[in-house]
């Protein structure tokens, strides 16, 4: 699936404050599970969902790979597209994001990546734990998203 073929957002987040103008940015976002654990990575006393932007000339895929493996190091493999969600973002040293988060259902592998941001650290939550210290909540939906998904996968559907 290619920038270009970009689902619409299926719900939105955040407060679009009308004093604010947004700037559009298109992300990729991995929903791992492991050991009945979410993986989860922590910026500055932040927690997200693992992803981030889609550089200009990347598909989405290219830029979930590199995201998750930059912010985890850990190689990765998607599974597949779960859903696409708006949130809106006001940072205090820049300008204010629409940000439109793809996510998808990934693998966390094991093979260390040397490439690791030095400013996110992996942690792995069990999900209500996760739920509560998300700080998007275009991420606590996703992971709503991905829980249905796997249950659906479990009962064969």
């Not at 990729?28 to 990575?41: E, K, M, Q």
């Not at 000339?57 to 493999?77: D, I, K, N, Q, Y």
């Not at 069990?126 to 829980?147: I, K, S």
Request: negative net charge; contains cysteine.
């Amino acid at each position: 699936m290619s920038v270009e073929e970009t689902p619409d957002p299926v719900a939105s987040f955040g407060d679009r404050r009308a004093d604010k103008v947004y700037r559009r940015r298109p992300g990729a976002y991995g929903v791992a599970f492991a050991g009945g654990l979410v993986a989860t990575v922590e910026s500055n006393g932040a927690y997200a969902l693992p992803g981030g932007g889609i550089d200009f000339g990347e598909t989405m895929e290219m830029a979930l790979l590199r995201e998750v493996r930059e912010e985890t190091g850990l190689s990765v493999v998607a599974h597949g597209y779960l859903v696409t969600a708006t949130q809106f973002h006001t940072n205090r040293r820049t300008d204010s994001l629409e940000k439109i988060c793809h996510y998808f259902l990934v693998q966390l592998g094991d093979e260390p990546d040397p490439t690791v941001d030095p400013e996110h650290a992996l942690v792995w939550q069990d999900v209500p734990a996760a739920m509560d210290t998300l700080a998007n909540g275009a991420d606590r939906f996703a992971l709503q998203v991905a829980q249905r998904a796997l249950a659906q996968i479990r009962a064969g559907g």
